[in-house]
Nanobody, 115 residues
Framework: QVQLVESGGGLVQPGGSLRLSCAAS????????MNWYRQAPGKQRELVAS???????NYADSVKGRFTISRDNAKNTVYLHMVSLKPEDTAVYYC?????????WGRGTQVTVSS
């Protein structure tokens, strides 16, 4: 059974930081590209950051320089380190694993940036 379990979300003040984690099980993790998406209320889900099986990374323009994606293949875990958070970063953040036609999602973790 494939599981992607996100953790690390919460309430943070503007300018603060959070680190999200996503633990994967039931897949050959090292083969998968791992992605973080987010969805704010009333908006479409958007790709925030991605990391390939060879650890090449890519970021949405809105988070470049503030967010860092990384992976630990020994722990089957992908991270999203977020700094200088803004109210517009408020959303549910989803972990996604992709390999060929295989595509798995976590249930999401809420990130709220507010004073």
């Amino acid at each position: 059974q494939v599981q992607l379990v996100e953790s690390g979300g919460g309430l943070v003040q503007p300018g603060g930081s959070l680190r999200l984690s996503c633990a994967a099980s039931g897949i050959s993790y090292s083969r998968y590209a791992m992605n973080w998406y987010r969805q704010a209320p009333g908006k479409q889900r958007e790709l925030v950051a991605s990391i390939t099986s060879s650890s090449s990374t890519n970021y949405a323009d809105s988070v470049k320089g503030r967010f860092t994606i990384s992976r630990d293949n020994a722990k089957n875990t992908v991270y999203l380190h977020m700094v200088s958070l803004k109210p517009e970063d408020t959303a549910v953040y989803y972990c996604n694993a992709k390999y060929s036609f295989l595509d798995y999602w976590g249930r999401g973790t809420q990130v709220t940036v507010s004073s």
